[in-house]
């Protein structure tokens, strides 16, 4: 399992990803506000591809490079929302976001140290740092009783051969 610094990092990239998600869902499918005098879209989708539609026939029509016309029927298709659909959705993706920060939260209060002292994490790590030595020693003696083991039954093999 991995530690809880690479949990948090690894939830904090899904957050952010969701993020990015939800924006672009509001990006393409919130109707935007018209300012007085400007022409009214359905959403900043269908803007693009008007753009790009009129920026390839402006560029046709002008002889410079023979490219196909873009015809606005190719354009992508947006999926048109009602105002309760994109408010359900974005009440959806505020519920995700909002359970995947709880999810943040829980493992930050789960790191190590959080409401001890300075002088409480260092004896801390002096208690694990000699248990670590008295594993380590553990391990060497059971490596030397393995050899001793090996030895032994390789003499017990060698003597069963001569006999």
């Given at each position: 399992?991995?530690?809880?610094l690479t949990q948090i990092q690894d939830e904090l990239n899904q957050f952010l990803l969701q993020m990015v998600r939800s924006l672009e869902v509001i990006h393409h499918r919130a109707p935007p506000s018209a300012p007085p005098g400007q022409p009214l879209l359905t959403s900043f989708a269908v803007?693009?591809?008007?753009?790009?539609a009129s920026a390839?026939?402006?560029?046709?029509?002008?002889?410079?490079?023979?490219?196909?016309?873009?015809?606005p029927a190719a354009a992508p298709k947006i999926e048109e929302v009602t105002a309760e659909e994109l408010a359900s959705q974005?009440?959806?993706?505020?519920?995700?976001?909002?359970?995947?920060?709880?999810?943040i939260e829980t493992l930050i209060k789960a790191l190590p140290g959080r409401g001890v002292s300075e002088k409480e994490q260092w004896e801390r790590m002096r208690v694990l740092?000699?248990?670590?030595?008295?594993?380590?020693g553990e391990r060497v003696?059971?490596?030397?009783?393995?050899?001793?083991?090996v030895k032994r039954v390789e003499d017990?093999?060698?003597?069963?051969?001569?006999?």
């Open positions: 399992m991995t530690d809880v803007h693009e591809a008007q753009q790009a390839a026939s402006a560029s046709a029509t002008s002889g410079a490079a023979a490219q196909p016309s873009a015809d974005i009440k959806e993706l505020s519920a995700d976001l909002i359970t995947k920060e709880k999810q740092e000699r248990r670590l030595e008295e594993a380590e003696e059971a490596a030397k009783e393995r050899e001793e083991l017990l093999i060698l003597n069963i051969g001569s006999v």
